[in-house]
């Protein structure tokens, strides 16, 4: 919520220094008991505690709860919630890339490829016709929808394959599979989002017609070109520097956040998509850069990554949309179930068979199930509702994102316990 003060015009932010000292104590309160129980909560208490957690205590002291923290008048929430969004996504995809062996995406491209292509595909039009049918909008509002879920989250995702209870129970190639799906798949749904915004606002034929060079031209051209660009001369010169003793610890630590951020302001100001730049600059750094420095650079990182996902969430808690989720009746909570249950799961076991290391349907149904849904989908969410007007985009996304919080929350670690009990027995 301090990164939300940041971002506030100079009028307002006086108008809320009188809070200051508030948003201060419970954010510190919320980042130092997660700290130190996190561990405890996810192996013992049975759920994933940040996203979750941080979701609960949004409702909490937000205006439902007990009032603590109200966001000041003149403030947008879905714009606050947006941008926030989108750094911390950019922070988490950077973080996914440092994490993955180098030559990893080159040895893994076809399995990448297919979940990232026919994959996000068919996530992509079950989730659109799952919101068609259960909530009753128009079909290219159902298909906005639908986009706006399809990205796996990758900062839920991280807390799953990440940690001691992970590492002990999911082989290390599926943790690695369902990283590098989550920090490429958020930047590659923006054609999807982009095509649904087209289509919701103009006739299709002239959606299509404007969608296909766009899309090549904003949202892989100048992303791949840019972060490729980017990333690489970072990594070199930062591999130089570090050869010739030239930079020092402070500065080498912080270059991947500001690379980050740079990329992101760099491909946005071109009107490209920032998140594919960042996780592609963030990939070409990690093939050019010093692997010493890596190591440390991802830990700055991942702390980044936690202080900036905090406030999304506890955000996402304090404006969750009761009243408009409480007007779907019982076509939300069908709506919820649709998508957990036909957006991914179908996909990866009909697909898993050409992915590496899916080798066996006990590995299709733990990576079919776990695609959570996130911090990304309520950027796309935010940001397709302001771009269309259809508020309905946020009242569903949000529903849906709730959703996973709490269902993969609450399976996650038993399912991990599962896998690795099944696992050893095939052994």
């Not at 879905?78 to 990893?104: D, G, N």
Request: include cysteine; proline fraction near 6%.
């Amino acid at each position: 919520m301090s990164v939300v003060v940041l971002l506030a015009p100079a009028s307002l932010l006086q108008s809320s220094m009188p809070d200051l000292n508030v948003v201060v104590l419970l954010f510190g309160s919320l980042t130092l008991v997660l700290s130190l129980f996190s561990g405890f909560l996810k192996e013992r208490i049975y759920v994933v505690t940040d996203p979750l957690v941080a979701t609960l205590f949004g409702v909490v002291i937000g205006p439902v709860g007990l009032g603590l923290l109200v966001l000041p008048a003149g403030w947008e929430p879905l714009i606050v919630v947006e941008q926030i969004a989108r750094l911390t996504v950019a922070l988490a995809v950077t973080s996914i890339a440092l994490r993955l062996p180098q030559s990893y995406v080159r040895r893994r491209a076809r399995s990448l490829a297919v979940l990232l292509v026919p994959g996000m595909t068919a996530m992509w039009l079950l989730s659109g016709l799952s919101a068609y049918v259960a909530i009753g909008v128009s079909f290219w509002t159902a298909m906005l929808i639908g986009a706006v879920v399809t990205p796996t989250d990758p900062v839920i995702a991280n807390t799953i394959v990440t940690g001691r209870l992970a590492e002990a129970n999911i082989p290390d190639g599926v943790r690695r599979l369902v990283s590098g799906e989550s920090g490429a798949n958020d930047g590659l749904a923006a054609p999807f989002v982009h095509l649904g915004i087209l289509a919701v606002l103009h006739p299709f034929g002239a959606a299509l017609a404007e969608w296909v060079p766009t899309t090549f031209v904003r949202e892989l051209a100048i992303p791949i070109a840019v972060g490729a660009g980017v990333g690489t001369a970072a990594g070199v010169v930062e591999r130089w520097t570090s050869e010739q003793q030239l930079a020092d610890e402070t500065s080498v630590l912080t270059v991947t956040v500001a690379l980050t951020f740079a990329v992101l302001g760099a491909v946005t100001v071109l009107d490209g998509g920032g998140i594919l730049g960042v996780f592609v600059a963030a990939l070409a750094y990690n093939w050019c850069a010093d692997p010493t420095d890596e190591a440390r650079e991802q830990q700055v990182t991942e702390v980044f990554n936690r202080l900036f996902s905090y406030p999304v969430f506890v955000l996402f808690g304090m404006e969750i949309p009761w009243r408009e989720w409480t007007a779907l009746g019982w076509r939300g909570p069908a709506l919820v179930v649709a998508v957990l249950l036909v957006r991914r799961l179908p996909m990866v076991l009909a697909l898993g068979p050409r992915i590496h290391p899916l080798d066996t349907r006990r590995s299709r149904l733990f990576v079919g199930w776990f695609g959570p849904i996130g911090i990304a989908a309520l950027y796309y969410a935010t940001l397709a509702a302001r771009e269309t007007g259809a508020e309905v985009v946020w009242v569903a996304g949000s529903l849906v994102v709730a959703g996973s919080l709490l269902v993969h929350g609450i399976s996650a670690t038993p399912l991990t316990r599962w896998y690795g009990e099944r696992d050893a027995d095939a052994r």
